[in-house]
């Protein structure tokens, strides 16, 4: 094995392992305050949700919940993936920006809980969301009765288990081990999380688009396309980097990380996002034309609802906001390296990263695109929650992983 | 090596091309490159073995201009891909592909995407070899042995001598008070040329103008006629062993190449197994209500208005009197006409609605079937307007509500 001489090289790479780290890596009093702003408005956002989408089990509420969730789930898989994919390359200038992502990664534990408006109605035989959970429809249709071996609660249930079971362990294995490094300052701990990154990402690549693919591709439970969870990993690597822009910005005006995060490390952050924009594109583009060219009904009644009729003004814009917009917006240098323009960008693509939740959700429901109330109360609630759960536990973690051999490397890392 | 400085021995003393310092760490070449820099010189260079973080802030140079080029460039790229395929599939040589229009957005995205991103690649090795004065087949440096060491563990630093600043004392002296391992004389070098080899220059020019030839080639034949066969460049592509559609196909006892389904083969969502929606027929008689899929709804009645304005007036006439365009323009010839009925005739109005549905689908008299054009929804809004159209010629005053009744009288 080389084993001996990974560790060796890393010791090399550190050169200051374990050196003090002069800044703010704790967080303070104000924590306490966002936490309860933060859960206070999740909590209100739900059950606001649930009063005006007409309560728990209507159709109007399952679709806005399931919109938000989706949403806010794409934060934390994001969160995972990127995590793992830093471990996976052994990459060096993410190290100081990394417990961030490890903090958001967490929310996936979170996420678990909240599936379970969506989860438990079905197990119930609510067939409000999936009209596959009825038994007559799946009887009504010959294609579906080939797919009853898949699409049916239990094995959906199963599945969900299966999802946010792996994405938790992993979630909190590398918060875990990270954060037990600040203490020990073992640095075979940096190898054994660059050992557990691989298998982590073939199943995250596995769990992400069978999750994609049950929790929205299934609404049309007729429809398919095999670039589905492709189409909703890159919402989530947008979502991720967007949410950890925005976060670190929201540490540095408390006055934590000051100097340890610089423009560099949020150029970065701001270069995927940009990169990722082109990336949904070519991933929505590819879906779709696709399936325009092959011209088989089974497939294109999903567009056709959505490019005919009422649908189509939300689509095109849905095109337009999602990709030249934001791909000129953050294409310059300029604006990537600027914490304002950068945190509007974030803020932009967050909202945007929702719409196109929306438009994958809604069409189940409305014939024309119409933002229920309940749609903004759920967002507004999810998002809270997730705030709320990720403060709660960054109170007492360290803010960067202060032991981490790479540490120095990212602390002094530049773009050229 | 030594045959180089033998023959720039021979050739005489060479002018001097600039100063070099050597400097043992990169922090040192920094300080030194802030230091000339400020002192305000523009024709100088530092080389390191490898890159150098915040070198270019040290040497003051502006952000590079390249990316506005590669900008350009995809534009240019994008509008030829689209271009390119609008002139070839839109405009000179119409091929119907799979139903599709000639020209429809989403198949151009891909190939104009490849020429963006071609056209940028290229703008970008392009440009930066053009800012960065490359290729430079020989550089002065070259004839100095200690440079050799660039590559590996030292730095330098050159000022030139063509300067506007440069002072032979005044450089060397800011040169020494960065403190460098070594301070050295550059020579010019007059033996080997700094320029592109002609032969290589006149070699790209030539092999340029042979990629055109076969353009050439395509243009000519386009624009002339030829009598010979074809050429068929891949022969198992243009001679398949396989049956086309509608071709004979001596394989099979009716020599025909496509199948036939399997008989009772439905295709998908043409099932037709509703009496009353298909054929209007209840158990052994006309049906005498709408089938269970038709909804007696204003929308239904607007719709059957528009079809029979398009399929049915031109013959029975916009109000159903049996006096449409056609039914006129045939009066008038005069060579003999069967007329359309008028739609308001008591037999047509007691017929039950399934009869009618049936009449428009499969023709009656001389009144050809309109199954195969009208959507059998579409029939049964037909059949509703018309029997909206009858009741209006046909209505008592038991039609009318008791409030409008008394405000006839």
Redesign the interface.
């Known amino acids: 094995m080389a084993q001996p001489k990974h560790k060796k090289d890393m010791v090399a790479d550190s050169g200051h392992a374990g050196d003090y780290v002069d800044d703010s890596i704790r967080l303070g009093d104000e924590a306490n305050g966002l936490f309860r702003i933060a859960a206070g408005i999740g909590v209100v956002g739900i059950v606001l949700a649930v009063v005006l989408g007409g309560g728990l089990t209507h159709q109007q509420f399952q679709h806005s919940y399931l919109t938000a969730f989706m949403w806010g789930l794409s934060i934390g898989a994001g969160a995972l993936w990127w995590v793992t994919l830093q471990h996976l390359v052994g990459a060096r200038w993410s190290v100081a920006v990394r417990r961030v992502g490890e903090l958001l990664a967490h929310s996936l534990v979170l996420m678990a809980l909240l599936s379970l408006p969506v989860v438990v109605p079905m197990l119930l035989g609510n067939d409000s969301l999936y009209r596959w959970v009825s038994h007559e429809y799946m009887a009504s249709e010959h294609v579906l009765e080939g797919k009853a071996g898949y699409l049916n609660v239990s094995f959906f249930a199963v599945r969900c288990v299966i999802y946010f079971g792996f994405w938790a362990l992993m979630a909190r294995y590398f918060l875990k081990a990270s954060v037990a490094q600040d203490k020990s300052g073992d640095t075979s701990l940096t190898a054994r999380m660059g050992r557990a990154s691989p298998l982590t990402m073939i199943g995250f690549a596995l769990t992400l688009t069978f999750c994609a693919v049950d929790f929205l591709m299934s609404l049309d439970a007729i429809w398919f396309s095999t670039i589905f969870g492709v189409y909703y990993f890159s919402g989530c690597v947008l979502a991720v980097h967007s949410a950890m822009v925005l976060a670190l910005i929201w540490l540095q005006r408390k006055g934590h990380l000051v100097r340890s995060v610089t423009v560099e490390h949020y150029h970065d952050l701001g270069k995927m996002m940009f990169a990722f924009t082109a990336f949904w594109t070519y991933i929505a ?1 590819s879906q ?2 696709l399936i ?2 092959a ?1 088989i ?1 089974e497939e294109t009644h999903w567009y056709h609802m959505r490019l005919e009729g009422a649908w189509w003004p939300a689509t095109l814009a849905l095109a337009i906001l999602h990709f030249p917009v934001p791909f000129f917006g953050l294409m310059s ?1 300029q604006i990537k390296r600027n914490k304002t323009t950068l945190a509007l960008g974030a803020v932009y693509l967050l909202v945007i990263h929702w719409y196109d939740m929306y438009w994958l959700v809604a069409p189940n429901l409305h014939k024309e695109p119409v933002f229920h109330a309940a749609d903004f109360a759920a967002w507004v609630g999810v998002g809270g929650l997730i705030v709320a759960f990720v403060v709660w536990k960054a109170r007492s973690v360290n803010l960067l992983p202060t032991k981490d051999p790479r540490l120095q490397r990212s602390l002094a890392f ?1 773009n ?1 | 090596m030594s045959d180089t400085q033998a023959i720039q021995a021979e050739a005489g003393p060479a002018p001097l091309h600039g100063l070099l310092a050597e400097y043992d760490n990169p922090t040192a070449l920094v300080r030194a490159a802030k230091k000339v820099r400020d002192a305000g010189y523009a024709h100088w260079d530092t080389f390191t073995p490898f890159p150098i973080h915040g070198i270019e802030r040290a040497m003051g140079i502006r952000m590079t201009r390249l990316p506005w080029l590669v900008f350009v460039a995809a534009l240019i790229g994008l509008a030829n891909g689209v271009l390119l395929q609008f002139l070839t599939n839109a405009w000179d040589y119409k091929w119907l592909v799979s139903g599709k229009p000639f020209w429809s957005w989403p198949a151009n995205v891909p190939i104009a995407f490849e020429m963006t991103i071609l056209y940028s690649a290229f703008a970008a090795l392009g440009g930066m070899l053009i800012f960065n004065n490359l290729p430079l087949p020989a550089h002065p440096l070259d004839l100095k042995e200690r440079f050799a060491r660039v590559t590996d563990d030292r730095f330098f630093l050159l000022i030139e001598a063509r300067d506007g600043k440069f002072d032979e004392v005044d450089t060397r002296r800011l040169l020494e008070s960065t403190e460098p391992l070594l301070l050295d004389e550059v020579l010019e070098d007059r033996v080997t040329s700094d320029k592109i080899p002609r032969a290589l220059i006149y070699t790209l020019i030539v092999a340029g103008a042979a990629s055109l030839v076969p353009f050439a080639a395509f243009t000519a034949a386009r624009a002339r006629h030829s009598e010979k066969p074809r050429i068929h460049a891949i022969w198992d592509m243009d001679f398949q062993p396989k049956f086309k559609a509608q071709r004979a196909n001596p394989l099979f006892d009716d020599n025909r190449a496509m199948r036939k389904p399997v008989a009772g083969t439905v295709a998908t969502g043409a099932l037709r197994d509703d009496d009353h929606m298909y054929r209007g027929r209840v158990g052994d008689a006309w049906a005498t209500t709408y089938p269970a899929g038709v909804q007696v709804t204003e929308e239904t009645l607007r719709v059957g208005r528009d079809k029979y304005n398009v399929f049915c007036a031109p013959c029975h006439g916009f109000a159903g009197e049996g006096d449409g365009m056609v039914h006129k323009r045939a009066e008038t010839l005069g060579q003999g006409w069967v007329p359309p009925s008028n739609l308001h005739q008591e037999y047509l109005r007691l017929q039950p609605v399934g009869e009618l549905f049936n009449s428009i689908t499969n023709g009656v008299r001389n009144m050809p079937a309109y199954g195969p054009q009208i959507e059998p929804d579409d029939r049964w809004a037909i059949v509703m307007y018309v029997r909206a159209l009858q009741r209006s010629r046909a209505s008592g005053l038991g039609d009318l509500s008791e409030a409008e009744r008394s405000g006839l009288k």
């Open positions: 583009f779709f034309m325009w060219y011209n009904p240098r530049e050229v």
